[in-house]
């Protein structure tokens, strides 16, 4: 079974960056997707980014200002978020989908200030 602990979360000020990290832990193929979704209270969770056979996917709110790598060597994967905007600001769950099941990491907050 996969497991996914992300790191790399914080505060951050409108137009700064930050870089999400999620290793983890079990079977992971590089044909299987692994990525970051977001969510804000009252609002269903968003995928913003996943990879997966070296294949990138984002969604149009964060096109151009994030990009996703994958680490196969360390199981890891990162997102890089750039020109951050206050409506960036959600907990960002790491997520995988492929042989060894599906899994969803604790979540990081991100929070950007005006």
């Known amino acids: 079974q996969v497991q996914l602990v992300e790191s790399g979360g914080g505060l951050d000020q409108a137009g700064g960056s930050l870089r999400l990290s999620c290793t983890a832990s079990?079977?992971?193929?590089?044909?299987?997707?692994i990525g970051w979704a977001r969510q804000v209270p009252g609002k269903q969770r968003e995928l913003v980014a996943s990879?997966?056979?070296?294949?990138?996917n984002y969604a149009d709110s964060m096109k151009g200002r994030c990009i996703i790598t994958r680490d196969n060597t360390k199981n890891t994967v990162y997102l890089q978020m750039n020109s951050l905007k206050r409506e960036d600001t959600a907990v960002y769950y790491c997520?995988?989908?492929?042989?060894?099941?599906?899994?969803w990491g604790q979540g990081t907050q991100v929070t950007v200030s005006s």
């Open positions: 990879v997966a056979g070296g294949i990138t």
């Open positions: 997520t995988y989908y492929g042989t060894s099941g599906s899994a």
């Open positions: 079990g079977t992971i193929l590089d044909s299987d997707a």
